[in-house]
């Protein structure tokens, strides 16, 4: 069993940056193939994946539209990964949620993931 708690959420104007963070708990995730991810879901939305990181942090994917502004890493060593969000738009409020899957990265890309986070509420005023 593994636990996942976001923190680094808050309110920020358009064109700030925010940095969220991700800690693991439980099953150490760096001992197996555990990718990890990073998810939105705006009020009144589907929920919508922003990043994926493979276990290695090698390999790194983005939705086409935060690409360029945001960054995923991790840091196995501290059971971490962070979420840089740049250039952050009114667009981008949302709760965002972090998550982990084992085996392939693309089952966190599919939101095919075994871990969910509870969420931290970041808010973009224009």
């Known amino acids: 069993q593994m636990l996942l708690v976001e923190s680094g959420g808050g309110l920020v104007q358009a064109g700030d940056s925010l940095r969220l963070s991700c800690t693991a708990s439980g099953r150490t995730y760096s001992d197996s193939a555990t990718n990890m991810g990073w998810f939105r879901q705006a009020a009144g939305k589907e929920r919508e994946f922003v990043a994926a990181i493979s276990w290695s942090g090698y390999s790194t994917y983005y939705a086409a539209s935060m690409k360029g502004r945001f960054t995923i890493s991790r840091d196995n060593a501290k059971n971490t990964v962070t979420l840089q969000m740049n250039s952050l738009k009114p667009e981008d409020t949302a709760v965002y949620y972090c998550?982990?899957?084992?085996?392939?990265?693309?089952?966190?890309?599919?939101?095919?993931?075994?871990?969910w986070g509870q969420g931290t509420q970041v808010t973009v005023s224009s």
């Open positions: 998550a982990a899957a084992d085996g392939t990265l693309s089952r966190v890309v599919n939101s095919d993931c075994d871990y």
